[in-house]
């Protein structure tokens, strides 16, 4: 006959009992599920934070290319209307109906010279210009429908660097 002390050596070698088992695929399995419960949100920030970027450099593209246009006569909107531009989806421009185009910027450009803080009189070397984002790039009502865009006001600077 055996001894309790022969049979819990004997338990002591036997390994992982059913319990224990279990729990540590419980702990593991909670584990896992909150991990994959987080994806979705993680996706969604990545995508909002790769939508930024490609914003930013839209905007840089769409600023240069303003500020390398003719102005015309000081005061004047000559060369500067509203246009459309064409991004993929890291805001590089792309032509229109190309397969990597996935972003449209149009620009409006304010039609009254914005006056600077503290000097009424208005600036006619300055410019408004509101950009509309839209991912829409089938839909006719893209630029119509506030819910399918989102803009950005930005100022641009007609800088002579020819007069002194």
Avoid: C
């Amino acid at each position: 006959m055996k001894t309790p002390a022969d049979m819990l050596t004997k338990i002591k070698q036997g390994g992982f009992s059913l319990i224990e088992s279990v729990l540590a695929i419980a702990i593991v399995g909670s584990a896992v599920l909150t991990l994959v419960g987080l994806l979705p949100s993680g996706l969604d920030d990545l995508h909002k934070s790769s939508m930024k970027q490609a914003e930013a450099r839209i905007i840089q593209t769409v600023v240069g290319d303003y500020q390398m246009r003719s102005w015309g006569s000081a005061g004047s909107n000559m060369g500067l209307k509203d246009r459309e531009y064409y991004f993929d989806i890291r805001g590089s421009m792309v032509t229109k109906g190309t397969l990597e185009h996935s972003i449209t910027a149009k620009t409006q450009m304010d039609p009254q010279n914005p006056s600077l803080p503290g000097d009424s009189t208005p600036a006619k070397h300055l410019r408004r210009i509101k950009i509309l984002f839209s991912t829409q790039i089938q839909n006719p009502d893209a630029f119509t429908n506030a819910d399918l865009h989102h803009e950005r006001n930005i100022w641009i600077a007609n800088v002579d660097q020819t007069a002194f």
